[in-house]
């Protein structure tokens, strides 16, 4: 039936974005978006699509945060062409990457191109709008000082949702009077917010693009934290990364604080397996 709703949904596409759609195929888009890759008559496109109901905004942010990293010109972004919903589906078309063979130096271009979009900053902690990690909502609400942001904006609203979903973390005063400490001051840093390693692809040119952010002007720790949660970024990533914007004095011993925000996700998500892991960084800290 989806399928069937979406199929409408692109051919309607038609009328409104000015474009034939030749023909269509499915893409590989994870557990919360259905992709598919256009053949038009202005060339190739992608477009993902949900359930406006369900997700409601999601591809309105994602289409925010994409046009942001793109204008920092740090990383190849694609352009996005239209967000919108219809007859009760959301939709996000965009430009269609082709990818490449990887250039023998992509390792240090992808480091230095990091700091240089790490390099943006915004007067205040936060961004324009809330937007979405994976499937749950994130909250950009600004604030001024690093540490405040991460707890109330980050760490927060996902304790209370592991409340809900029956997994007690006990009294957590203590841990966060010690993350006020931990954290160092810095200006706020443009993030990708959701950098693993499924969310980048090699370019035609040889060259890193990012995709599926979850942008913020946030504590730039954070990124180089969830390229170490999950792999698939080698250690001259983070060489070439400290050589070209230096990182605050203990900055690996802060790795476990940050990646506790992206465990709790993936805790309220997919559930109990993630605890431990949660349950032990927060010990460490409190």
Not at 227 to 238: A, D, I, R
Not at 251 to 259: K, N, P, S
Request: aromatic share 14%; proline share 5%; glycine share 8%.
């Amino acid at each position: 039936m989806s399928v069937q709703r979406d199929e409408q949904l692109i051919y309607d596409l038609e009328n409104s974005l000015g474009f034939k759609v030749k023909s269509f195929s499915s893409l590989a888009g994870g557990s919360i978006n259905r992709v598919y890759l256009l053949n038009t008559s202005e060339g190739k496109r992608v477009i993902k699509i949900n359930a406006a109901e369900k997700f409601p905004g999601m591809f309105a942010a994602e289409k925010a945060g994409l046009e942001t990293l793109k204008n920092a010109e740090a990383f190849d972004i694609p352009e996005t062409y239209s967000s919108a919903e219809a007859n009760g589906l959301s939709f996000l078309l965009l430009e269609y990457k082709k990818e490449g063979a990887q250039k023998p130096d992509f390792w240090k271009v992808f480091g230095k191109q990091l700091a240089n979009l790490h390099r943006n900053t915004s007067e205040a902690f936060g961004f324009s709008s809330n937007n979405y990690i994976g499937s749950l909502p994130q909250y950009n609400d600004h604030r001024e000082t690093a540490a405040d942001f991460y707890i109330s904006q980050r760490l927060e609203p996902q304790v209370k949702m592991t409340s809900k979903n029956g997994f007690s973390l006990g009294n957590l005063s203590g841990f966060y009077r010690n993350v006020l400490k931990a954290i160092p001051q810095e200006p706020p840093a443009l993030l990708h917010g959701d950098l693993w390693s499924g969310n980048y692809l090699i370019n035609i040119d040889g060259l890193p693009c990012l995709i599926d952010p979850a942008v913020c002007y946030g504590p730039r720790e954070m990124d180089l934290a969830m390229m170490k949660l999950f792999g698939g970024f080698p250690g001259e990533v983070f060489e070439e990364y400290e050589a070209n914007f230096p990182l605050q004095p203990e900055w690996q011993e802060r790795i476990g604080l940050w990646q506790l925000y992206y465990l709790l996700v993936h805790l309220n998500i997919f559930g109990r397996s993630y605890f431990p892991q949660v349950k032990e960084i927060i010990l460490r800290f409190s």
